[in-house]
């Protein structure tokens, strides 16, 4: 089905972390926490490619002696905290483009705070998107931990202090404010960056995600997002409670 599809994952691992000092690179039960989504990436079927946009050299060496593709070093005005995920997605393929030649139709998005990953997530995403023809995929979970229906905003007052207003007001918003049943609103699923797949196109036109946009739903233990030292110590316990042991990845290189 995906012969004639050419499919670029990209691995962004800036070196700036206010949460974690070097988070992309912080040591999970033994390796480097991008370790797990280069191996991911290295199983993966659909992949035609991958690689590591990094601004720090440190972090391109890694990833180097992981068996990663670190074809440059992004710039850094594309890597600082404001930084969006646009600027370097267009300046890896444009970059692929002007110096190798090579033009994916899909580029596939693999977050390394994001450990819990696998190689069979990477591949259902990109069939599901090449199967659908859809414009994006992004993967999803349920149930949210929190309802955006259940939220307020502060609001800006001359006059008055601490006005909130609700987030998103439902029907019920009149009657019962924002003490709604559970079971009375939609059910909410939250994006969690496991894995995200977007034609080219739409990237070179300046957008993430097409107006065509699928959601493909994942185990929640996959969605663990690495933000904090926390976090870190949740996944080291859910690795040894799982008792999984990693795995090397390739010890070769991709090509330069």
Not at 136 to 154: D, G, L, N, Q
Not at 189 to 203: P, S, Y
């Amino acid at each position: 089905m995906k012969e004639n599809i050419k499919v670029l994952g990209i691995i962004p691992a800036r070196g700036g972390s206010k949460g974690i000092s070097y988070k992309n690179i912080a040591p999970l039960n033994g390796q480097p926490l991008i370790y797990y989504t280069i191996a991911a990436a290295q199983q993966a079927k659909t992949l035609d490619s991958f690689i590591v946009s990094t601004d720090s050299p440190k972090i391109a060496a890694l990833a180097r002696s992981l068996g990663a593709d670190v074809p440059f070093l992004r710039p850094k005005k594309i890597s600082g905290d404001k930084s969006t995920d646009i600027e370097f997605l267009r300046h890896a393929i444009y970059w692929l483009e002007k110096n190798r030649g090579w033009q994916p139709e899909i580029v596939v998005l693999l977050r390394p705070t994001t450990p819990f990953r696998t190689a069979r997530d990477i591949d259902q995403t990109v069939a599901f998107m090449v199967k659908t023809d859809c414009d994006s995929v992004r993967t999803v979970s349920s149930p949210a931990p929190y309802y955006p229906h259940k939220m307020w905003v502060f609001k800006k007052s001359k006059y008055r202090k601490n006005v909130i207003t609700p987030l998103l007001p439902t029907k019920y918003y009149n009657r019962l404010g924002t003490d709604v049943p559970r079971q009375l609103l939609p059910q909410v699923h939250w994006q969690n960056g496991v894995v995200d797949a977007t034609k080219t196109r739409f990237i070179k036109a300046g957008r993430v995600y097409g107006p065509d946009i699928r959601g493909l739903e994942v185990e929640t233990s996959k969605a663990l997002d690495i933000n904090y030292p926390d976090d870190i110590k949740l996944a080291e316990q859910i690795l040894k409670n799982d008792g999984k042991k990693a795995t090397g990845p390739k010890p070769t290189l991709l090509s330069a």
